[in-house]
């Protein structure tokens, strides 16, 4: 293959794949919403095929009434599970959100708590230098507390301001408008709740069907890389999510029992502990981001109120978290499926401004699922080290093996009759 068409075949590939890459977005922007309760009931239908199959085969129960068990079933496990649990946790949220929200209501005598432990920190600077910064300090605050001020006061002076100046009722008529377009949104809820149950149904019937008819589709060539690249994905990412659902479950752990303790200990007063080892365990498993997230400023902040103790168990929890997770994920995540920190990085920036919030975690997965196909060979985007040094040793052993040939071909015939 000579250059020019090397480079007409990577200008063709390119293109090819930046046509699906702008077709992926448009039906993300324009067709998930649509969608999404046919893709919501494929999902399920793959979920459910090991218990569908199970009761066809030890039963005489025909398929069709077998997947509609299976989805009724799945349904009230659902629903057990929110009624049990979720208004718990909701209860738990909630009365989360409103101790957060009473912190914020002492900003004041937080922001004067910080600026004066700067402020005695740089006045142990030289003189000409501690008058500079001092300064600026204290200007930084000044226009800090100017702005949380008109934060708090901008919402009172809009309904007041509105009433005394024209009598505008909007500040009730919008709370109204959102109760009245919520009420008109629930018909087509519950149009797209039937209608993902019902697809639910016929596709973990026909799930076999639908699989083989996708299947043919594609040219008999490239049949056999189909099948091998379900099987890996299925494979690999089932393996990921086990693995990091256990190491969310072994930091919620960590967190809760540090938690506890300094609770049982009287250093921390909170009652919402099962709440913040949840939050911290979530953010925890987010590429680039770590418990670090959460409990350093945490940290800082008792350091700078004078909580040393508080400052000092934080510490400590995250100390043991980081320890006992480098120690637990190599062991529980495949190596090769792990993506360079800043092509995390870029992929979660790229995902939150292409997809939204979605995209942050949707889009390092879908990476990681093109690595994973490019380095088995199933796909060609880009050259890894791994294949490389595949082609390279096998390049080795095609040359030795034709020179071991050349050498037995070249060598002279013997006199000797063969024996009989």
């Keep these: 293959m000579t250059d020019v068409e090397r480079k007409r075949k990577w200008i063709i590939n390119v293109a090819f794949y930046a046509m699906l890459l702008a077709l992926g977005y448009f039906l993300y922007k324009y067709a998930f919403g649509l969608c999404f309760p046919i893709l919501f009931a494929f999902v399920i239908a793959v979920m459910l095929q090991r218990p569908k199959n199970f009761i066809t085969k030890k039963t005489f129960i025909k398929k069709g009434m077998a997947s509609t068990i299976c989805v009724f079933g799945l349904l009230l496990i659902a629903g057990a599970v929110v009624v049990l649990i979720g208004v718990r946790a909701a209860e738990e949220v909630k009365g989360f959100i409103n101790y957060v929200a009473l912190q914020f209501q002492n900003i004041d005598s937080i922001i004067n708590t910080v600026e004066t432990a700067i402020l005695s920190f740089v006045g142990k600077l030289p003189g000409f230098i501690s008058e500079n910064v001092s300064d600026s300090i204290v200007s930084i605050f000044t226009q800090?507390?100017?702005?949380?001020?008109?934060?708090?006061?901008?919402?009172?002076?809009?309904?007041?301001?509105?009433?005394?100046?024209?009598?505008?009722?909007?500040?009730?008529?919008?709370?109204?408008?959102?109760?009245?377009?919520?009420?008109?949104?629930?018909?087509?809820?519950?149009?797209?709740?039937?209608?993902?149950?019902?697809?639910?149904?016929?596709?973990?019937?026909?799930?076999?069907?639908?699989?083989?008819?996708?299947?043919?589709?594609?040219?008999?060539?490239?049949?056999?890389?189909?099948?091998?690249?379900?099987?890996?994905?299925?494979?690999?990412?089932?393996?990921?999510?086990?693995?990091?659902?256990?190491?969310?479950l072994v930091t919620f752990t960590e967190i809760f029992i540090g938690l506890t303790v300094l609770q049982l200990l009287g250093i921390f007063q909170s009652s919402y502990i099962a709440v913040i080892a949840v939050v911290t365990a979530i953010v925890d498993v987010i590429p680039v981001l770590g418990t670090g997230t959460i409990v350093l400023p945490w940290a800082a902040y008792s350091l700078i109120v004078g909580d040393y103790g508080m400052a000092i168990g934080l510490m400590v929890i995250y100390v043991t978290v980081t320890v006992i997770r480098q120690i637990v994920e190599p062991k529980l995540v495949a190596g090769q499926l792990g993506l360079p920190p800043f092509v995390t990085l870029?992929?979660?920036?790229?995902?939150?401004?292409?997809?939204?919030?979605?995209?942050?975690?949707?889009?390092?997965?879908?990476?990681?699922?093109?690595?994973?196909?490019?380095?088995?060979?199933?796909?060609?985007?880009?050259?890894?080290?791994?294949?490389?040094?595949?082609?390279?040793?096998a390049i080795q052993n095609s040359e030795a093996r034709e020179g071991s040939d050349e050498k037995a071909s070249d060598a002279p015939p013997t006199d000797e009759e063969p024996t009989t």
């Design 144 to 248: 800090l507390r100017e702005f949380i001020a008109g934060t708090n006061t901008q919402l009172p002076e809009q309904i007041t301001g509105g009433l005394s100046e024209s009598f505008s009722l909007s500040w009730i008529t919008a709370p109204i408008t959102g109760v009245i377009s919520t009420a008109s949104r629930i018909p087509s809820l519950l149009i797209g709740i039937v209608v993902t149950i019902v697809c639910a149904c016929f596709m973990t019937a026909d799930y076999d069907k639908i699989t083989n008819f996708v299947y043919c589709q594609f040219p008999k060539e490239k049949r056999k890389d189909v099948t091998r690249a379900k099987q890996l994905l299925k494979l690999n990412l089932g393996k990921m999510a086990k693995a990091y659902a256990l190491i969310m």
């Design 346 to 393: 870029i992929a979660m920036y790229l995902g939150l401004k292409i997809f939204g919030v979605l995209g942050v975690f949707v889009l390092p997965i879908v990476i990681i699922m093109l690595k994973l196909l490019n380095d088995e060979g199933i796909i060609d985007l880009w050259k890894s080290p791994s294949r490389v040094r595949a082609e390279e040793n």
